[in-house]
Structures are given as C-alpha cells and as structure tokens.
C-alpha cells in the first residue's frame, strides 16, 4: 500500500470505526446485531478497498 493509504487508515478509518462502534453501544437495549453488522461492513470494505489499490499499482 502507499502512503496515503495509510494516511486514510490511520487518521480517517480508525477514528470513524470507533466512532461508530461508540454509537452502536449507546443503545440502552443492548442489541448487537448492530456491532456484527458494522464488523461486517468493516472488513468487507477493508477487502475492497486492499484488492482496488493492489489493482491500481500493480505494473501493467
């Protein structure tokens, strides 16, 4: 990966993931599906977004 791919995971991603997982556990009711859903979104778009840069600075 590059450097701004690293600059987007450490000062962007990070942040807003605990953000949402601060969110999702404000719930009074406790309900985790939320906190699995989120999980789930999060390494789907880890692998998207890993395999899109590989693509791009792969030699041609």
Same mark, same amino acid.
């Given at each position: 990966?590059?450097a701004?791919?690293?600059?987007? &995971?450490? #000062?962007? $991603? %990070?942040? &807003?993931? #605990?953000? $949402? %997982?601060?969110?999702?556990r ?10 699995v ?12 977004a ?10 041609q």
């Amino acid at each position: 990966m590059n450097a701004m791919s690293f600059f987007f &995971f450490g #000062l962007m $991603l %990070i942040p &807003f993931v #605990l953000f $949402l %997982i601060w969110l999702v556990r404000q719930d009074k009711n406790k309900n985790y599906i939320g906190l699995v859903v989120l999980a789930i979104a999060i390494i789907i778009a880890a692998y998207v977004a890993i395999n899109v840069d590989l693509k791009f600075m792969s030699p041609q």
